[in-house]
């Protein structure tokens, strides 16, 4: 009975967080209709109804949210507790939401898998590449990897590398166009803008440099996108001048396709970081991938690298 409980409350607080039984469905790792079907067991327990159902929508009664309010904080600690107090007898194990940015974390965060893979046989990585700012604890990810991701309540983040934006274009490009000289000579470059996923404005550049000096750059907008990755490719295609997150632009750096624009200026970007919950008591499963990647960050000194490549470029 306990267990059926259990069972049923996790799909009620799923499907209260979702708005869908669907969208509950792919958290929990279980079909629509099972927790369907779990939460009319708990409604015919209870003998209240707790969802408005249409063939369009999903939303909580009066009683549902009542129950939501009162069960959902208490109900997330002590499932967090009972996976910790069960791991901590054995493996730790279970299926680990991963989401991190696509190009940062094919790069440098899967070939770290091997090794943790070896270590921890029990635990299923289910990474999630995404652009965009995840809902760490709303989408139900155990944890996040990346740059751009602000904290919030409930989230605490350990640094794994300092990132700089660096300005970058193709050789073929600057040979036709002539490499600028300076931050004004920006101007009458092709440039490639992105556009921030977060409020859907263009990131503008505002660039520094080691001696304190600050500006806002201009130049004429030819393409603008909102992914990194294309961003790169397309300043390694030629078609103009692009500032690139280092981690994006560093493989296409070593491998010649574009090469640092005006070396002594850069713009700043958050930390390189890992997010999770900050509650008290972290599952064994989540706890060790975490000291994992933070040591494999260090072992494959991530922040030197990006650190000297900002330094060759600056002799």
């Not at 507790?81 to 190009?103: H, I």
């Not at 995404?130 to 751009?148: F, M, P, T, W």
């Not at 294309?230 to 280092?246: D, E, S």
């Not at 072992?299 to 600056?314: C, L, P, S």
């Amino acid at each position: 009975m306990q267990n059926e409980l259990s069972t049923h409350l996790d799909a009620f607080v799923a499907s209260a967080d979702e708005g869908s039984f669907s969208a509950a469905a792919r958290r929990l790792g279980i079909t629509p209709p099972a927790v369907s079907k779990s939460v009319a067991r708990l409604e015919a327990g209870l003998g209240v109804r707790l969802f408005q159902r249409s063939t369009r929508s999903l939303s909580l009664t009066e009683e549902g949210e009542r129950l939501y309010r009162q069960v959902r904080a208490p109900w997330i600690e002590i499932g967090g507790a009972l996976a910790e107090l069960q791991q901590g007898a054995g493996k730790p194990a279970g299926t680990l939401k991963v989401a991190m940015a696509p190009a940062v974390g094919r790069t440098y965060f899967v070939p770290m898998l091997e090794t943790f893979m070896e270590r921890y046989p029990d635990i299923v990585p289910d990474l999630h590449f995404d652009n965009r700012q995840v809902d760490l604890i709303g989408e139900g990810y155990d944890v996040a990897i990346g740059g751009g991701i602000e904290l919030t309540e409930g989230l605490v983040a350990r640094e794994l590398a300092q990132v700089r934006i660096v300005l970058a274009a193709a050789p073929p490009y600057l040979a036709k166009h002539g490499a600028p000289a300076d931050p004004a000579d920006l101007s009458r470059h092709r440039g490639l803008l992105r556009r921030s996923l977060a409020d859907g404005r263009l990131v503008p550049w505002i660039l520094k440099n080691g001696e304190g000096g600050e500006v806002v750059a201009n130049v004429k907008p030819v393409a603008v996108m909102d992914d990194p990755e294309a961003l790169g490719r397309a300043a390694a295609c030629g078609l103009g001048i692009a500032m690139l997150p280092l981690p994006h632009a560093l493989p296409l750096l070593q491998s010649g396709e574009i090469v640092r624009v005006l070396p002594a200026w850069y713009a700043e970007t958050r930390a390189l970081s890992i997010y999770y919950s900050s509650r008290k008591l972290l599952p064994a499963k989540l706890r060790v991938f975490v000291d994992h990647v933070v040591a494999e960050a260090r072992a494959r000194a991530y922040g030197d690298i990006f650190r000297a490549t900002m330094e060759a470029a600056n002799p």
